[in-house]
């Protein structure tokens, strides 16, 4: 069984940075190509970046291209999204995901393993 958890998340002001995690136990994390998703209230999950499984190839929302930095160390099993310059669109409940394929995509009901989500909340 694969577990993903999420960290990072808080409460910031508009221009700030925050630093996501996602520690993937139970099952070699190299196996995996990761993504990051997020979600509001009443809106549909949303794609905010991934990550191929050798860490070769990313892929961004267009919106995030500038601001945020999907990264994951495949020694510390650990995904990250560096997120600068934050705005209060960005709020939401963020989650990663694990798919069982060499490459990424945007497509969430192609991610086989999801964490519980970490929330971020930006304030204008």
């Known amino acids: 069984q694969v577990q993903l958890v999420e960290s990072g998340g808080g409460l910031v002001q508009t221009g700030d940075s925050l630093r996501l995690s996602c520690v993937v136990s139970g099952r070699p994390f190299s196996n995996y190509a990761m993504g990051w998703f997020r979600q509001t209230p009443g809106k549909e999950r949303e794609f905010v970046a991934a990550i191929n499984k050798n860490g070769h190839g990313s892929y961004k929302l267009y919106s995030v291209k500038d601001r945020f930095t999907i990264s994951r160390d495949n020694v510390a099993n650990t995904l990250f999204l560096q997120m600068n310059d934050l705005k209060p669109e960005d709020t939401a409940v963020y989650y990663c995901?694990?798919?069982?394929?060499?490459?990424?995509?945007?497509?969430?009901?192609?991610?086989?393993?999801w964490g519980q989500g970490t929330q971020v909340s930006v304030s204008s």
């Open positions: 995901a694990a798919r069982t394929y060499y490459k990424a995509n945007d497509i969430g009901d192609e991610y086989d393993y």
